[in-house]
């Protein structure tokens, strides 16, 4: 069956670290991989796509990366502060033309000052 | 900027009542979606459309219907609220570009709905 796994526990990490988030599929073969951030009781906000040919993306203190041979997408956050705080969805995008995507339940990051 | 705008934030409804659930996107984009979102669960595409009159199930349609007749307005329909229902409803549009390119989602603020 079809899975995206991101990890359910919080990720707890001290303000100037670096937070690492881990998206990982089965059965699926995205060409492209986006991340969002979403607040509580707001909606998501897109962060970076990433294409199947790239291996990484940066922007600003952000980076992706994308595997496919593993089928796994890391997202890491540089010199992370307490703003960075909140819930992260990767969201498989197979490329039907209509960006049907689909959201893995999302990891939820708590950066303590 | 770039706004998708959901009419009800907050929405209170009785079991077996019809539920209307408006979009509207200022962004002139092809393609709108409706998710629901639940804990435990993320989030799930009920239906979208690429087009004005046109519509495709997502994931979860049953119990579901849409209406688009308009390019920038996607209604969501609840032809008769169950307490399943109660959910965090989302949302969001992006512009046709075919499959060669992957497309930013723009999603709205969310309409929480509780049946009881």
Known sequence: SQKIEQNSEALNIQEGKTATLTCNYTNYSPAYLQWYRQDPGRGPVFLLLIRENEKEKRKERLKVTFDTTLKQSLFHITASQPADSATYLCALDEASGYSTLTFGKGTMLLVSP | ?116
């Open chain 2, 1 to 116: 900027d770039v706004k998708v705008t959901q009419s009800s934030r907050y929405l209170v409804k009785r079991t077996g009542e019809k539920v209307f659930l408006e979009c509207v996107q200022d962004m002139d984009h092809e393609n709108m979606f409706w998710y629901r979102q639940d804990p435990g669960l993320g989030l799930r595409l009920i239906y979208f459309s690429y087009d004005v009159k046109m519509k495709e199930k997502g994931d979860i349609p049953e119990g579901y219907s849409v209406s688009r007749e308009k390019k920038e307005r996607f209604s969501l329909i609840l032809e008769s609220a169950s307490t399943n229902q109660t959910s965090m409803y989302l949302c969001a549009s992006c512009k046709m570009t075919g499959k060669s390119s992957g497309n930013t989602i723009y999603f709205g603020e969310g309409s929480w709905l509780t049946v009881v």
